[in-house]
């Protein structure tokens, strides 16, 4: 299956752990994009990335959470002395071009849960 | 600030007849719409979307119509089927295909 590759699919951390959270895009594609969803709620972009690039991280809180997608391996998203209102679950997407078109669809992951005991 | 909303948390449907979701914006600044279907434990999947320049849009038993005075767009499946149970989400975006702006989505039971 060549689709959108999240993992761990579930992930409990305690209160100021470290929470590291993976993503391998669709074969073929470069970019990658970040989304976290509440309960209750509908999803929220927060980062988007290319190959060793940050296009936009205007969805991600400043401190904490950070993002990367080296040349070699997998995007991580980052998040450092977790707290309870981290607890989500966390959708990566990818596209073959970008922002090249609003016509272009973007291919999800199944996502990771994250708790914080 | 819910600038997409979609007011009805669930829906319940006989199978064979027409299931129709709602969604409402409030951003005229939107000029794309888009609705993903989601079943549990997987990621959105992209199923149609429309063009602020259209007022509809119509993918086999899919339609989606989009009423720009009212601010208001309509997810039409017909016939619906078991399959199409799952949580359908109504995303808008302005300039950006990624800085999507989501509904907290409609679940839709299918009932045989």
């Known amino acids: 299956n060549a689709g959108v590759m999240q993992n761990p699919r579930h992930l409990v951390r305690r209160r100021g752990q470290e929470a590291r959270l993976r993503c391998s895009p669709m074969?073929?594609?470069?970019?990658v994009y970040w989304y976290r969803q509440l309960p209750e709620e509908g999803l929220k972009f927060m980062v988007y990335?290319?190959?060793?690039?940050?296009?936009?991280e205007s969805g991600m809180p400043k401190e904490r959470f950070s993002a990367e997608f080296p040349k070699e391996g997998p995007s991580i998203l980052r998040i450092q002395q977790v707290v309870r209102g981290d607890s989500a679950a966390y959708f990566c997407?990818?596209?073959?071009?970008?922002?090249?078109?609003?016509?272009?669809?973007?291919?999800f992951g199944s996502g990771t849960q994250l708790s914080v005991l | 600030d819910q600038q997409v909303k979609q007011n009805s948390p669930s829906l319940s449907v006989q199978e064979g007849r027409i299931s129709i979701l709602n969604c409402d914006y409030t951003?005229?600044?939107?000029?794309?719409f888009l609705w993903y279907k989601k079943y549990p434990a997987e990621g959105p999947t992209f199923l149609i979307s429309?063009?602020?320049i259209k007022d509809k849009n119509e993918d086999g038993r899919f339609t989606v119509f989009l009423n720009k005075s009212a601010k208001h767009l309509s997810l039409h499946i017909v016939p619906s089927q078991p399959g199409d149970s799952a949580v359908y989400f109504c995303?808008?975006?302005?300039?950006?295909?990624?800085?999507?702006?989501w509904g907290a989505g409609t679940k839709l039971i299918i009932k045989p």
């Open positions: 429309i063009s602020s």
């Open positions: 997407a990818s596209s073959p071009r970008g922002q090249a078109s609003t016509n272009e669809k973007l291919f």
């Open positions: 995303a808008a975006s302005g300039d950006s295909n990624y800085q999507l702006i």
């Open positions: 951003n005229s600044m939107f000029d794309y």
């Open positions: 074969k073929g594609h470069s970019h």
């Open positions: 990335l290319q190959k060793e690039n940050i296009i936009d």
